[in-house]
């Protein structure tokens, strides 16, 4: 990977890991806002993925839904269709916004997502070693 490449998917981590960081920072709140934590853990898990297509020069498509991202990635390294047990979290990326149909999740539902966030995480940064 050139050093530009480089400096591009590093970019994609910094982001990445802040929306881990909020969602963790969040959870370890008094009152945990839950519908913020599921969105930041979606968003990461998004970028996560999207950062490993950027990796191999791809341009990742626009799109929020980690059933695709996850396709995506298989057609580089296979072992990636594991991930798709987290499709859960694409319902965070937009539903949670909008009070349209109001939806809170419980606090252990934000622990879920944390979890599979971090796991995405250590799955994607693994294969990029």
């Not at 881990?20 to 945990?32: I, M, R, S, V, W």
């Not at 396709?71 to 390294?77: I, K, L």
């Not at 999740?105 to 622990?111: G, Q």
Request: with cysteine; charged share 25%.
């Amino acid at each position: 990977m050139d050093e530009k490449l480089k400096g591009i998917v590093s970019q994609w981590l910094i982001k990445a890991d802040n929306d881990l960081k909020t969602a963790e920072y969040g959870l370890g709140a008094d009152e945990p806002i839950t519908d913020t934590i599921c969105f930041h853990c979606q968003q990461a898990v998004e970028k996560y993925l999207k950062m490993f297509l950027v990796s191999k020069g791809d341009e990742p498509v626009i799109t929020h839904n980690i059933s695709i991202l996850v396709a995506s990635c298989s057609r580089y390294e296979p072992a990636f269709k594991e991930l798709g047990k987290y499709d859960f979290l694409t319902g965070y990326a937009v539903s949670l916004r909008y009070p349209d149909d109001f939806y809170m999740p419980e606090v252990d539902e934000a622990r879920e997502a944390l979890a599979a966030a971090k796991e995405v995480r250590a799955f994607v940064t693994g294969m990029m070693a």
